[in-house]
Each structure stands twice: as C-alpha cells, then as structure tokens.
C-alpha cells in the first residue's frame, strides 16, 4: 500500500500562488504515476494534473493549463503542485492520489487510482 500525506493549502488572494506537496511512503519504489484531483462542496472529484513515474509526461486540465505545473522527487517520494495565477474558481479542496498499474497514458478518472491522500484545502478569495 502507498500513503499519501497532502499540504500547503491554505487561503490565498486571486491571482496569488501556492505550491502543494504530496509525501508518499510504504511502496513507494513501483512505478506509479501520481495524479492532483481537486472537489468542491457539491461537486464532483475533477481531474487536475497528472505525472508519469519518470516525470516524462504529464497531463493537464484545460482550465489549468499554463498556471499549474505538476512535479515529483522520486528520491524523496514527493510530488508536486504549483498553482499561479490562482482564480477563485480554483478553490477546492486538492487530493494527490497514486495509479498503481499506469498505462501508457495518464489515467484522468478518480476511480481509475487505487490510493488517495486525506486532501489539502486551497481558498482562493479577496
């Protein structure tokens, strides 16, 4: 089993920035892909960005794209999220999760990953 642990949310200014890690641990040396999903009250889990085990690929949503750059540190079993160019919209509360049989693509539906961290919260308000 992984575990995911997620921090560095918190309340932030429109247009303001904010860098999310996700420490893994247990089986943490398979090749997994590590992926940002975020959900609303009241909405559904969406799909945020996600990252190959290499860091070779990566995947964005549409209304992230260009803000948000997602990494990882294999070394020190740590992914990444840096949010810019926050909008409120963006508030949500942010959750790393692990595939633990990826495919050649990056996988984009929360029941397609098998563990999950307990979220972050990111507020994005004047």
């Known amino acids: 089993q992984v575990q995911l642990v997620e921090s560095g949310g918190g309340l932030v200014r429109p247009g303001g920035s904010l860098r999310l890690s996700c420490a893994a641990s247990g089986r943490t040396t398979d090749y997994l892909n590590i992926a940002w999903f975020r959900q609303a009250p009241g909405k559904l889990r969406d799909f945020v960005a996600g990252?190959?085990?290499?860091?070779?690929?990566?995947h964005y949503a549409d209304s992230v794209k260009g803000r948000f750059t997602i990494s990882r540190d294999n070394e020190q079993n740590t992914a990444y999220l840096q949010m810019n160019s926050l909008k409120p919209e963006d508030t949500a509360n942010y959750y790393c999760?692990?595939?633990?049989?990826?495919?050649?693509?990056?996988?984009?539906?929360?029941?397609?990953?098998?563990?999950w961290g307990q979220g972050t919260q990111v507020t994005v308000s004047a």
């Open positions: 990252i190959s085990w290499s860091g070779g690929r990566t």
């Open positions: 999760a692990v595939d633990w049989n990826p495919g050649p693509q990056i996988r984009t539906t929360p029941g397609e990953y098998d563990w």
